[in-house]
């Protein structure tokens, strides 16, 4: 009976002692992962680049333009890993086209007075600036121009960036950023069998070009020019010399009316290629990201 008592005391303790380390090693990691798995995330840490948003913000509604520019060009500078950083592109984007697309004066841009002999195309491009651009920000209604008229003429050197992967076209003058463009749509990617004993090619990551021409389309489809009346309605194209990388003028499904596209290309908002077409000038420089 002793000896049977004591090899039953024993057997408990093997036992018990597999499976205590059975449940200390295995069981009790699963079970910990699991009551891990099944709560609730932790609320990420607060971001610290809030209350100097809140501050741009606070200036803009004040309605100083320039003050809130230099705020949102600060903010945009200093806190590149905000979660308040697209907006603050956004309202920045907003700000720079409204000072540079009215009669406003501003650094960037300077008082022209009208010569004998004139016209715009000659102002424009004594000036390096588009004949669209001077019409828009000094609000005229025709080409003509007065011996004497005073134009307040934005100044500019525009480069653009077409990001497909984050479908954003961004506008930057001198180098700084100007504006960002959605991306509205895109071409279907199309997939090319690999030949055999073919080595894999890696995609270009990026690619430079130039702005090579502006085209703009009216109604029955034929190309007009910014002195002709049908231009005010005109779909525009913003062409570069990359394959692929058109921009057009794709208007919002709700209205009812067909895009006037290219074979490939990228659409975006009619008011948008409107505002690209008035800065950009052939020959700006055109980085694609894909």
Request: with cysteine; proline share 10%; glycine share 6%.
């Amino acid at each position: 009976m002793v000896k049977a008592f004591i090899i039953l005391l024993l057997a408990i303790g093997v036992f018990g002692s597999a499976a205590y380390w059975t449940y200390e090693l295995f069981l009790r990691p699963h079970q910990e992962l699991k009551e891990e798995q099944a709560m609730p995330p932790e609320p990420p840490p607060p971001d610290p680049s809030l209350p100097e948003f809140e501050k741009c913000l606070l200036i803009q509604k004040g309605k100083d333009l320039f003050e809130a520019r230099t705020a949102f060009e600060h903010f945009i500078e200093q806190n590149p890993q905000s979660s308040k950083l697209e907006d603050a592109r956004d309202r920045l984007g907003g700000i720079n086209s409204t000072i540079f697309l009215s009669p406003m004066r501003a650094p960037e841009k300077e008082e022209y007075v009208v010569k004998s002999g004139d016209v715009l195309n000659k102002v424009a491009g004594r000036l390096k600036t588009t004949p669209e651009l001077i019409m828009r920000s000094n609000r005229l209604s025709s080409t003509m121009l007065r011996i004497g008229q005073k134009l307040i003429v934005p100044t500019g050197e525009f480069s653009m960036n077409i990001n497909k992967r984050s479908k954003l076209v961004t506008l930057f003058n001198r180098g700084k950023f100007f504006k960002q463009y959605p991306i509205r749509t895109m071409p279907v990617p199309h997939a090319v069998p690999a030949r055999k004993g073919a080595s894999a090619v890696p995609p270009v990551k990026k690619l430079a070009g130039k702005v090579s021409e502006k085209i703009a389309w009216a109604a029955a489809g034929q190309r007009v020019t910014f002195a002709e009346k049908e231009y005010e309605s005109a779909a525009h194209w913003i062409v570069s010399n990359v394959p692929g990388s058109t921009l057009y003028s794709d208007p919002d499904p709700e209205s009812g009316l067909k895009p006037h596209k290219p074979p490939t290309g990228l659409g975006l908002a009619p008011e948008h290629m409107e505002e690209l077409a008035a800065l950009l000038r052939k020959g700006d420089p055109v980085t694609i990201e894909q």
